[in-house]
């Protein structure tokens, strides 16, 4: 490069330009991926955010509040009536063993129902026992008749439960029923060996049915299609709550 200079002419080297840095595609590619990473995190700690502070979308209206409290209020006053009002005669032979599913009850449940549902071992919709009918559980299953279905199991429906939807909970863990070993070693003391010997005690209600019921998770059941239609009129008037009597047995079949 020439360059003029008080008279004179000076050649200065030109620069070489400087080789570029290459980085490898791997690292490239790490460095995209870790990218793409930051921004999900970052999106998520948006979403976080906002549900702390209250989204619009996420606060319930004030309507939906009254509305909430005014149902769990009427439904206390409807749980006092339900206790009051005259038993029916179901505690027969024939009926002796019943299957309690719930089928609803959220937040317009008052806490008193929710209560009872719970000492059924009924914590969540679409889940279901066996018990004994007896009073007092008569007198329980008619406090939240309008949150619950139930029945007459047969022998059909037990061993259908027991044998697809059995899991039985062992030191705080969820163990499903695929091993002889462990039903003996639970309930060996009572005779009862295996899943047989547990479908036979439940479906004749024998000396050591309630052993063998507490030893048994509450039944976790699928949602049936259009076997529900969400109303809390008794089965008898075309709801959906109450007693079915041996009808339960259709409704276990599409929930099993």
């Known amino acids: 490069m020439h360059i003029k200079?008080?008279?004179?002419?000076?050649?200065?080297?030109?620069?070489?330009?400087?080789?570029?840095?290459?980085?490898?595609?791997v690292i490239l590619k790490k460095r995209k991926s870790n990218e793409e990473w930051a921004i999900r995190k970052k999106q998520q700690l948006e979403q976080r955010v906002r549900k702390k502070k209250g989204d619009n979308?996420?606060?319930?209206?004030?309507?939906?509040?009254?509305?909430?409290?005014?149902?769990?209020?009427?439904?206390?006053?409807?749980?006092?009536?339900?206790?009051?009002?005259?038993?029916?005669?179901?505690v027969t032979?024939?009926?002796?063993?019943?299957?309690v599913i719930r089928i609803g009850g959220k937040n317009?449940?008052?806490?008193?129902?929710?209560?009872?549902?719970?000492?059924?071992?009924l914590r969540k919709i679409f889940s279901g026992v066996f018990v004994k009918a007896n009073e007092r559980m008569m007198q329980m299953?008619?406090?939240?008749?309008p949150y619950i279905t139930y029945g007459y199991p047969n022998l059909?429906?037990?061993?259908?439960?027991?044998?697809?939807?059995?899991?039985?909970?062992?030191?705080?863990?969820?163990?499903?029923?695929?091993?002889?070993?462990?039903?003996?070693q639970e309930l060996g003391k009572y005779g009862i060996v295996c899943v047989e010997d547990m479908v036979n005690e439940?479906?004749?209600?024998?000396?050591?049915?309630?052993?063998?019921?507490?030893?048994?998770?509450?039944?976790?059941?699928?949602?049936?299609?259009?076997?529900?239609?969400?109303k809390k009129r008794h089965f008898e008037d075309g709801g959906d709550a109450g007693n079915r009597k041996e009808d339960i047995n259709e409704l276990i079949t599409k929930m099993n």
Not at 93 to 99: H, I, P, R, V, Y
Not at 158 to 178: C, E
Request: proline share 6%; charged share 35%; net charge positive.
């Open 5 to 25: 200079h008080g008279g004179e002419l000076r050649i200065m080297a030109e620069e070489e330009p400087k080789p570029l840095n290459y980085i490898p595609e």
């Open 57 to 90: 979308s996420i606060f319930k209206k004030p309507e939906q509040f009254i509305r909430e409290y005014r149902d769990r209020e009427l439904d206390l006053i409807q749980l006092k009536h339900r206790g009051k009002r005259q038993r029916r005669e179901l």
């Open 93 to 99: 032979t024939e009926s002796k063993l019943l299957f």
């Open 108 to 121: 317009d449940m008052h806490p008193r129902t929710r209560k009872v549902l719970y000492a059924l071992r």
């Open 141 to 145: 299953l008619q406090k939240v008749e």
């Open 156 to 184: 059909k429906s037990v061993r259908d439960l027991i044998f697809k939807k059995g899991v039985a909970k062992i030191d705080k863990q969820m163990v499903p029923l695929t091993d002889n070993n462990i039903i003996e």
């Open 202 to 230: 439940v479906a004749t209600v024998g000396p050591h049915f309630k052993d063998v019921t507490k030893f048994l998770c509450p039944f976790m059941l699928h949602k049936p299609e259009k076997a529900l239609q969400g």
